[in-house]
C-alpha cells in the first residue's frame, strides 16, 4: 500500500523558515517524481516543487528563490526547506507521488498545515 | 504559464442526475489533463487521467472526455458520496497548474 507521511508544519513568523518532510512506503521511491502540492484555506490547488529521480527540481514563480526541495532515497523521504516566509505561504502543504510515465499526481499525503502569522 | 478555467464554479444536483464539468485551457494541452476529487478536510484524489483514462478504483459513473483545449468531466447517476469539490490540472509542461474548482453541491 502506498503511503505518504507529511510533518514538519506549523506556525511561524513572517520571514522565519520551516522544513517539512514527506516520509513514503509502499512503492519504489528512487524512481518516482515527488512533488508538494499546497492549498490556502478556503482556495484551489497550486503546485510549489516538484523533484525527479535524478534530482531535477522544479519550482513554482511565487516560492522560487525562498524554497528547496530535496530527497533522500536512503529514506524514501522527500523534503521541503521554506525560507523567507510570508502571510501568502500559509496553506496545507500536501505532499504528492507522480507515475513514472506522466506527471499527474496518483497519491496524495494527508497534508500539513504551515501558519505564516506574527 | 498555461491557465485552466473550469465552468461552472458550483453545481447544484440531486442523486441520480447526470453532471457535466468543464475545463478549458489557455492553450492546446493535447490529452495531457488530469481530474481530481476532494472533499472538504481531506487530500485530493486521483480520478482521471490523460484525459480519459479512468484510475483504477474509480467507479464507472465517473468519465473524462476531450482534447486539445477543452474537457469535460462527467458524473452519471450522481452518488452521495460523489458530493465535493472536482478539480482539472494540466501537465503538459511546467508550472503544473490546476483549474480553480467545481464544487458539487446538493440542491
Known amino acids: 500500500e502506498v503511503q505518504l507521511v507529511e510533518s514538519g508544519g506549523g506556525l511561524v513568523q513572517p520571514g522565519g523558515s520551516l522544513r517539512l518532510s514527506c516520509a513514503t512506503s509502499?512503492?519504489?521511491?528512487?524512481?518516482?517524481?515527488m512533488t508538494w502540492v499546497r492549498q490556502a484555506p478556503g482556495r484551489g490547488l497550486e503546485w510549489v516543487s516538484g523533484?525527479?529521480?535524478?534530482?531535477?527540481?522544479y519550482y513554482a514563480d511565487s516560492v522560487k528563490g525562498r524554497f528547496t526541495i530535496s530527497r533522500d532515497n536512503s529514506k524514501n523521504t522527500v523534503y521541503l526547506y521554506m525560507n523567507s516566509l510570508r502571510a501568502e505561504d500559509t496553506a496545507i502543504y500536501y505532499c504528492?507521488?507522480?507515475?513514472?510515465?506522466?506527471?499527474?499526481?496518483?497519491?496524495w499525503g494527508q497534508g500539513t498545515l504551515v501558519t505564516v502569522s506574527s | 504559464d498555461i491557465q485552466m478555467t473550469q465552468s461552472p464554479f458550483t453545481l447544484s444536483a440531486s442523486v441520480g442526475d447526470r453532471v457535466t464539468i468543464t475545463c478549458r485551457a489557455s492553450?492546446?494541452?493535447?490529452?495531457?489533463l488530469a481530474w481530481y476529487q476532494q472533499k472538504p478536510g481531506k487530500a485530493p484524489k486521483l480520478l482521471i487521467y490523460?484525459?480519459?483514462t479512468l484510475e483504477s478504483g474509480v467507479p464507472s459513473r465517473f468519465s473524462g472526455s476531450g482534447s486539445g483545449a477543452e474537457f469535460t468531466l462527467t458524473i452519471n447517476s450522481l452518488q452521495p458520496d460523489d458530493f465535493a469539490t472536482y478539480y482539472c490540472?494540466?501537465?503538459?509542461?511546467?508550472?503544473?497548474?490546476f483549474g480553480q474548482g467545481t464544487k458539487v453541491e446538493i440542491k
Open positions: 504528492a507521488k507522480q507515475p513514472i510515465t506522466d506527471i499527474y499526481f496518483d497519491y
Open positions: 509502499g512503492f519504489s521511491f528512487r524512481t518516482h517524481v
Open positions: 523533484i525527479s529521480s535524478v534530482e531535477s527540481t
Open positions: 492553450q492546446r494541452i493535447s490529452s495531457w
Open positions: 490523460r484525459a480519459s
Open positions: 490540472q494540466q501537465y503538459t509542461s511546467h508550472p503544473l497548474t
